[in-house]
């Protein structure tokens, strides 16, 4: 058992360190705390609770209950505050600020005096950025989440944040609501504390970090009003003491192996395009990287095994209730490393030799009788996407999984939601979507992948075409939809030449995308490019200088290597 420091972690730098001893207890003691509490382990607990971030606001019972347990195993808890992240409270996009976020956890562990951390994080970027954070810091550490929201109802139908979001605004869009009842479901989509309801990009990453070994066993899914989230919470405190006196390190525990168990749990769930972005960002802090031939490779051979929105029907809820991770690994027991270590001290296969508890068929299916008998997500490549772009095919038509077609060209998010719905717009169903230039590097990458279907064609009844954007989508989004275009038109990929009328090619067998112009049309339209006007001063210029392609986690490239 390693003897703990505690307060005496990482010393203020007086030149005398007994000083500093000394100075540091006696404003601990400020606090009110004796002194036979300031001789314990100390566990730090990375709290984001904000007023602009809906999905933590039980952040303080969260916080509270991770206090009682530390307290209760014997250890000193401190709660600090760190960036927080509100997917939809944030402009151009949260995902410009994940980085950041991590940059802010990564050094208050590694500055502040704790022994372990408890990271409690819920909406879609906070949880992928407590892990790159405690990557960096390579300091023992829990991630707890905030869990899902549970769902409102609306004329007898379950409605959950974010797939019936979408659902609803569709019908509204091709008039099949109108504009009272649209404001009546506004209230009902979103009715508790917690992350968005469905397999969305939130609940991804929890079920993600749980499979990396980052999380207590059982606790990814846990509904945020569920009195089993307050116990989670309570136990990931008492773990924490436990990892502070004897250490397994973030190194330890996310590994390649492991990291391919989270790719493999991706694909089972049918999860967001997103988490790829993050799981990459996330094992690139360990210089660990996954191919997107090994991707595909692992998405061929995992089926779909989890029938919830925005791939199948149920919702976060009946996930839990259903069996929640534990199901889902047991099921995927032959596909996975077993030997990875977990937080809780003990190997993966130790966790799946526990006695199986009862599983809900219908929510989470049997390996043998799977969703879909291939994983969720594949990457693509080609002329269109040289360094590779995402499709979730299980959210996607299969009618439109082999499709050529005529482009029409969207140059920006400006430009799209100027034109998308004119009466004027050149489009059929026939044809292929293009937006440009909502990348990571031109727009900080938003979820406007999932480009609205034109007025027009929407109200004539078109539910899904071929959309295709250097943009990302959110993980409780559906459709025909390849994203992640890299290079990025902005970086002067393919995507920037492509023009109205262009032939575009998608293969869904062959994973590949193509732009059906001759390469020397292509590079003498890349030549007129004009560059992207730079950005002066603060987080927004380190940002733009460094920020890399969505293969390499559109994380900054500084960050993205293992240090000391
Ligand atoms: Fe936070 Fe959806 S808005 S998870």
């Not at 005496?8 to 360190?17: E, I, K, Q």
């Not at 390649?256 to 802090?285: C, D, K, P, Y």
């Not at 987080?539 to 559109?554: D, F, H, K, N, S």
Request: aromatic content about 4%; proline content about 6%; hydrophobic content about 40%.
């Amino acid at each position: 058992m390693a003897e703990t420091l505690g307060l005496d972690n990482g010393l203020t730098n007086y030149g005398d360190r007994d000083f500093a001893r000394y100075l540091r207890r006696s404003m601990a003691h400020s606090m009110g705390i004796s002194s036979e509490l300031l001789s314990r382990p100390v566990i730090g607990i990375a709290a984001s609770p904000s007023d602009f971030n809906n999905c933590h606001r039980y952040m303080p019972q969260l916080v509270e209950a991770v206090s009682r347990g530390v307290l209760a195993a014997g250890g000193l808890p401190r709660m600090f505050p760190t960036v927080s992240l509100g997917e939809v409270f944030l402009n151009p996009t949260s995902m410009v600020y994940r980085n950041l976020m991590s940059m802010d956890v990564e050094e208050m562990v590694r500055a502040q005096p704790m022994d372990a951390v408890v990271l409690i994080g819920g909406c879609d970027k906070t949880v992928p950025a407590q892990l790159m954070g405690a990557a960096s810091a390579n300091r023992p550490a829990i991630q707890l989440v905030t869990g899902p929201m549970s769902t409102g109802r609306h004329k007898g139908e379950r409605l959950g944040a974010c797939t019936d979001c979408r659902r609803f605004w569709g019908k509204f869009r091709a008039g099949e609501i109108d504009s009272t009842e649209i404001q009546i479901v506004e209230t009902r989509l979103a009715t508790t504390a917690g992350t968005c309801a469905v397999m969305g990009t939130a609940s991804t990453m929890a079920c993600i970090a749980e499979a990396l070994g980052m999380s207590l066993p059982g606790t990814a899914a846990i509904p945020a009003v569920d009195s089993q989230r307050l116990v989670a919470a309570e136990e990931s405190g008492k773990a924490a003491v436990r990892l502070a006196r004897s250490p397994i390190l973030p190194s330890q525990v996310i590994t390649e192996q492991s990291v391919e168990n989270a790719f493999r749990v991706l694909m089972a769930l049918g999860g967001s395009t997103n988490a790829i972005i993050h799981l990459t960002a996330v094992a690139g802090r360990l210089g660990i990287r996954i191919s997107p031939q090994r991707l595909n490779d692992i998405s061929d051979e995992t089926p779909v095994l989890v029938d919830l929105k925005p791939v199948g029907e149920g919702y976060m809820e009946d996930f839990h209730a259903a069996g929640g991770m534990g199901a889902v690994l047991r099921e995927l027991r032959p596909l996975l490393n077993l030997d990875c270590l977990t937080i809780d001290g003990r190997t993966l296969r130790e966790r799946l030799n526990e006695r199986a508890g009862w599983v809900d068929r219908k929510i989470i299916r049997p390996f043998t009788d799977p969703v879909s008998n291939v994983g969720g997500l594949i990457s693509l490549h080609g002329s269109l996407a040289p360094e590779g772009a995402i499709f979730k095919r299980a959210a996607a038509t299969p009618a439109l999984f082999e499709k050529e077609g005529r482009a029409v060209v969207f140059e920006g998010l400006e430009d799209l939601s100027a034109r998308v719905d004119s009466p004027d717009l050149d489009v059929t169903a026939d044809d292929i979507l293009v937006l440009k230039n909502a990348g990571p590097l031109a727009a900080g990458m938003p979820e406007a992948g999932y480009l609205p279907i034109p007025s027009k064609l929407a109200k004539a009844g078109v539910k899904d075409m071929v959309r295709i954007s250097d943009a990302r989508m959110s993980g409780t989004a559906y459709g025909t939809i390849v994203l992640h275009v890299s290079p990025e038109a902005a970086a002067g990929g393919p995507l920037e030449a492509v023009r109205n009328g262009d032939r575009i090619r998608l293969s869904v067998s062959k994973k590949t995308i193509d732009l059906l112009v001759d390469p020397a049309e292509v590079a003498r339209r890349l030549e007129e490019r004009k560059p992207l006007p730079k950005k002066r001063g603060g987080y927004q210029e380190l940002y733009q200088r460094t920020v890399t392609q969505a293969p390499e986690g559109c994380d900054l490239d500084f960050l993205a290597q293992a240090r000391s």
